[in-house]
């Protein structure tokens, strides 16, 4: 199955990302994605980009060497009522927010904390994507987190990079195959992010693909089989 999208990759204006949009967006181009979203991490994580750099995505170009490049930031949740660290009047200005539950932005609690932060986040309507749901030190509801993306359209995303060997979140693997059964059950799509920090990981899912395939997760609700649909879903 040949993908059109991918909704989750860093540049060097994460800090700890090691290609430039140029790169990133070559390589997509090179792939045939016909579209990308730039998702740098936002100012609490340690090296994050800085908030201007979240204002001033307006320049980039809307489409380059034919990719459609979204604006987007990956966003952290910072308490366990969901807030996160970008106000409303830049998230006016991004096509995309990811918001994600990231180590030193927020402390480990206990599984209820968790999902209450993240049904909370679901609600916040400038949240697009919840970014690698499945990091074990941060344990939720899985059902209730499903029943929260039927309800908001707030999408879970299937993260290539934690089902890879170099993971820094291990064992994500065992709640990420809970959740898309869930997903079977409740009949939730899902998107899949390569969470790339190198251009080389641009646009790759063999981790991500190869598990919901192995799952019979149907093709059609998988959002990244079409850039326009994902569009008209955003
Ligand atoms: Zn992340
Ligand atoms: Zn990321």
């Known amino acids: 199955m040949k993908y059109e999208l991918d909704i989750h990759c860093h540049t060097i204006s994460s800090g700890h990302a090691f290609s430039t949009l140029e790169e990133n967006i070559r390589v997509a181009a090179e792939r045939e994605l016909k579209l990308l979203a730039i998702t740098d991490h936002a100012p609490s994580m340690p090296g994050g980009a800085h908030l201007y750099h979240f204002y001033n995505m307006r320049i980039i170009p809307d489409v380059i060497r034919g990719v459609r490049i979204l604006k987007g930031a990956e966003a952290n949740i910072i308490d366990y009522q969901g807030s996160i660290d970008l106000d409303e009047e830049v998230m006016t200005n991004l096509d995309l927010v990811i918001a994600s539950l990231h180590p030193p932005c927020l402390e480990f609690g206990t599984e209820s904390e968790h999902?209450?932060?993240?049904?909370?986040?679901?609600?916040?309507?400038?949240?697009?994507?919840?970014?690698?749901?499945?990091?074990?030190?941060?344990?939720?509801?899985?059902?209730?987190?499903?029943?929260?993306?039927?309800?908001?359209?707030?999408?879970?995303?299937?993260?290539?990079?934690?089902?890879?060997?170099?993971?820094?979140?291990?064992?994500?693997?065992?709640?990420?195959?809970?959740?898309?059964?869930?997903?079977?059950?409740?009949?939730?799509?899902?998107?899949?992010?390569?969470?790339?920090?190198?251009?080389?990981?641009?646009?790759?899912?063999?981790?991500?693909?190869?598990?919901?395939?192995?799952?019979?997760?149907?093709?059609?609700?998988?959002?990244?089989?079409?850039?326009?649909?994902?569009?008209?879903?955003?």
Request: net charge negative; with cysteine.
């Open 115 to 234: 999902t209450k932060t993240i049904v909370e986040a679901m609600n916040n309507r400038r949240v697009n994507i919840i970014g690698h749901p499945g990091d074990k030190r941060y344990s939720f509801n899985i059902r209730e987190v499903v029943s929260a993306s039927k309800e908001t359209g707030t999408l879970l995303e299937i993260n290539n990079s934690s089902l890879k060997p170099t993971s820094y979140r291990p064992g994500s693997d065992i709640i990420i195959r809970q959740m898309v059964e869930e997903c079977l059950l409740q009949n939730v799509p899902l998107i899949m992010g390569s969470d790339a920090h190198f251009s080389a990981e641009v646009g790759d899912f063999t981790e991500a693909s190869a598990l919901l395939k192995e799952m019979a997760f149907p093709e059609e609700m998988i959002l990244n089989n079409s850039a326009e649909e994902f569009l008209k879903f955003l």
